[in-house]
């Protein structure tokens, strides 16, 4: 990961972060990856709580690693913590401001869509066959795909992978086209996309 920024969060600041991610949390329809785009203007652009490259990375490590998918907000939640605690360096300080911040994030992105999620199963599979309920379920496929696209774009672009960079998209491309054709597991297309990184073919 990059070197960390240095910041001061008040409670009210705490208390924001939380309360951004329990409002991601509702629109994360598709999975948390798909309110990345938002966690990045907010977190990067807006708060400056956090880098770019900060982002990116714990994005990018988070989906390397074995384990839930929306363990990339942990390490959101972690790296502002360490920002907001002086760093590395700033010793015990820190790594509590991390782990609060990975507490802080974690419970505002699983909380409401954990209590929404479970009430309305139970009231869907009651409602099932109903033609509405059906027609929400097939409208909601399009909306994932498109928040799944702009999640990918953002990554690209904190890379510096700009248009021009036509290898980039290439391997994205026939990346994005293994998976959709393949059953080629995706762990052997990461192990690829970072042997071709660390040659700099990309």
């Avoid at 942990?74 to 609060?100: D, K, P, R, S, T």
């Avoid at 009430?119 to 059906?134: C, D, L, P, S």
């Avoid at 960079?165 to 054709?181: D, E, F, I, K, M």
Wanted: net charge positive.
């Amino acid at each position: 990961m990059s070197a960390s920024l240095t910041l001061s969060l008040t409670l009210a600041d705490w208390l924001a972060l939380l309360s951004h991610f329990m409002q991601l949390s509702l629109l994360a329809i598709g999975g948390a990856i798909t309110t990345a785009p938002d966690m990045h203007r907010y977190l990067v652009i807006e708060q400056h709580w956090m880098s770019d490259s900060q982002f990116t990375s714990s994005i990018a490590l988070a989906q390397a690693a074995p384990g839930p998918n929306v363990l990339f907000v942990a390490l959101l939640g972690w790296n502002v913590g360490l920002n907001a605690g002086g760093g590395l360096g700033a010793g015990v300080q820190a790594w509590a401001c991390a782990l609060l911040g990975v507490v802080v994030t974690m419970l505002g992105i699983m909380l409401p869509s954990t209590t929404l999620t479970f009430v309305a199963t139970r009231w869907g599979h009651q409602n099932r066959e109903r033609r509405w309920v059906r027609a929400f379920k097939q409208g909601m496929a399009p909306i994932v795909i498109a928040l799944l696209l702009a999640t990918g774009w953002i990554l690209a672009a904190g890379h510096g992978s700009s248009l021009n960079n036509w290898p980039v998209w290439l391997l994205t491309g026939l990346s994005a086209l293994l998976v959709w054709r393949t059953r080629l597991h995706l762990l052997w297309l990461l192990a690829a996309g970072g042997l071709v990184g660390w040659f700099g073919w990309v």
